[in-house]
């Protein structure tokens, strides 16, 4: 079992910077693919961005390419979303995920997810 609890979602103006983490229970947290997905208002849950536990194995979806950047450490059980060039479009509820493969981007295929953090863009 995996316990993901995010934090440091908020306000902020489009252009600024912001980054989320999420604490993970559970010894077996290295063996797992982290990544995050988001949810703005009306609009399906769509993936962000996954890292898997080997070097390289990280993919981001097209629309945060360049403007954001995963980050795991295994001795801390924390991975982190770095987010840059915020745009009022990046406003969701941002989760992070637990699963066992960083190229999977479907909702049904992560395991584990936290209960999420806002991240609200104003323009």
């Known amino acids: 079992q995996v316990q993901l609890v995010e934090s440091g979602g908020g306000l902020v103006q489009a252009g600024d910077s912001l980054r989320l983490s999420c604490a993970a229970s559970?010894?077996?947290?290295?063996?797992?693919?982290m990544g995050w997905f988001r949810q703005a208002p009306g609009k399906e849950r769509e993936f962000v961005t996954a890292?898997?536990?080997?070097?390289?194995?990280?993919y981001y979806a097209d629309s945060v390419k360049g403007r954001f950047t995963i980050a795991r450490d295994n001795a801390k059980n924390t991975v982190y979303l770095q987010m840059s060039s915020l745009k009022p479009e990046d406003t969701a509820v941002y989760y992070c995920?637990?699963?066992?493969?960083?190229?999977?981007?479907?909702?049904?295929?992560?395991?584990?997810w936290g209960q999420g953090t806002q991240v609200t863009v104003s323009s």
């Open positions: 995920v637990a699963g066992p493969d960083s190229r999977l981007r479907g909702i049904h295929e992560y395991d584990y």
């Open positions: 890292m898997g536990w080997i070097a390289g194995s990280t």
């Open positions: 559970g010894r077996t947290f290295s063996r797992y693919a």
